[in-house]
């Protein structure tokens, strides 16, 4: 029997926007999209690129990839209980991160000084940009590179800001936000994936991968820091260092709840049976930290699926009928785990000379790039180059091969092209 989308899906959500032929008609066309991405250069290369903490750190911390694949696994059993397609939400799960640069959010930060002049950088913009045009496996009749060539549910799904740079929202400060999901010359295919969209709404599989994302993300930062010896346990429970968490959220993510709503929830967090509140390297320690991970990936999901669910029903969900709810309590726990990862990592090394140089590694290779392109990029990124029609899309073709690159292999190239780091 061939296969028959579920009643969440309309016929439309299956199309590529290259038309294809299914080899095997008793397998779905989200299946086929997800080992699609499984089996991609980019999502390997995730294995070598900054989570938070540089992979060469140590042998305990997440890389992009792993990152991924647990997201993946939290996405899935969300969607699961949800009752929408698992296939397009783990695919979306895969592939949110594949535009992230070398060296993680440091790297990209880089890329969007350099790229400033080409319409900037954006690490879900240039997820797109891999999905639909870098990543080698499909193309048109007239010889162009379509990428994965992956249905329209599944590409939906991936759009975690299915916005142009000028059309981003307007923070509270008046001010828009950094984030978007398309550059100017990728519209062509962003249309067409957004096909009957509502405009700047994001369908229930991308997010249910939004929050995947967030829950592993806060969870398991602060999980990577209390086994790194980077988070101060005792300091936590102070009302100074309870304080300082909570400025650092409104610092950094300003998320919607006020101050006082972090610090309850952060009470909330630090009163769970569950909480570790010391830590000292043995098995049973790190046995305690993982039954914590797990029960928190537990306590955000639940409500999450028990909100929706007293919303909308417990039949089948799927696409633009139903809305992902999230408790304004499990928002605020999770912005305050990412308040304490940020405290206690990722702002204090924002200053140290490793990352300086990061960026110093990733801003000097565009620029090389553009001095001798035809001795350093590699031939798909020339043939991209030598084809680009203007200054900003050359430059644009740099960022995408600089974009491409891992951390090690990014240290290599500047080595080899320019001179060591200190």
Request: proline share 5%; with cysteine.
């Amino acid at each position: 029997m061939s296969w028959q989308p579920p009643l969440t899906h309309d016929v439309s959500d299956v199309d590529r926007w290259v038309p294809e032929v299914a080899k095997n008609p008793r397998r779905s066309p989200f299946e086929r999209d997800r080992a699609r991405i499984v089996h991609s250069s980019a999502l390997r290369r995730l294995g070598a690129k900054t989570q938070v903490l540089a992979p060469s750190t140590d042998d305990f911390v997440r890389t992009r990839l792993t990152h991924s694949l647990e997201v993946a696994q939290v996405g899935r059993e969300l969607a699961k209980q949800l009752g929408c397609d698992p296939d397009v939400v783990d695919t979306a799960c895969l592939a949110h991160d594949l535009g992230h640069p070398p060296f993680g959010h440091n790297g990209e930060a880089a890329l969007a000084e350099v790229a400033e002049d080409a319409g900037g950088f954006e690490g879900n913009a240039q997820t797109l940009r891999i999905l639909t045009r870098l990543e080698p496996k499909i193309f048109r009749s007239d010889g162009r590179c379509v990428g994965l060539n992956l249905t329209r549910a599944s590409l939906d799904a991936s759009a975690k800001y299915p916005w142009r740079r000028i059309d981003a929202p307007r923070r509270k400060d008046g001010r828009r936000s950094r984030k978007f999901g398309v550059y100017e010359d990728d519209l062509a295919v962003f249309s067409w994936l957004r096909e009957g969209a509502p405009e700047g709404a994001s369908c229930l599989e991308a997010q249910v991968m939004d929050l995947a994302d967030d829950v592993a993300y806060c969870v398991h930062d602060v999980e990577d820091a209390v086994v790194g010896w980077r988070i101060d346990l005792e300091d936590l429970t102070t009302l100074a260092g309870q304080q300082r968490v909570v400025d650092q959220v409104r610092d950094w993510y300003d998320p919607a709840e006020s101050d006082d709503e972090l610090g309850a929830a952060l009470q909330r967090l630090l009163g769970l049976r569950d909480w570790v509140n010391s830590y000292d390297g043995t098995r049973a320690d790190l046995a305690r930290v993982k039954d914590m991970t797990s029960q928190l990936i537990g306590r955000f999901s639940g409500a999450a699926v028990d909100a929706t669910r007293a919303v909308h029903g417990n039949g089948e969900l799927g696409r633009y009928d139903a809305r992902l709810e999230v408790p304004a309590g499990t928002r605020a726990e999770i912005a305050v785990l990412k308040g304490i990862a940020a405290l206690y990592v990722m702002a204090p090394r924002e200053n140290e000379p490793v990352y300086r140089n990061q960026r110093r590694v990733v801003r000097d290779l565009v620029h090389v790039i553009l001095e001798r392109p035809e001795a350093v990029l590699e031939p798909a990124f020339l043939t991209d180059y030598r084809e680009a029609a203007d200054d900003a899309a050359r430059l644009r073709v740099a960022v995408d091969q600089v974009a491409s690159l891992t951390d090690l292999s990014a240290l290599a190239w500047h080595a080899r092209l320019i001179r060591p780091v200190g």
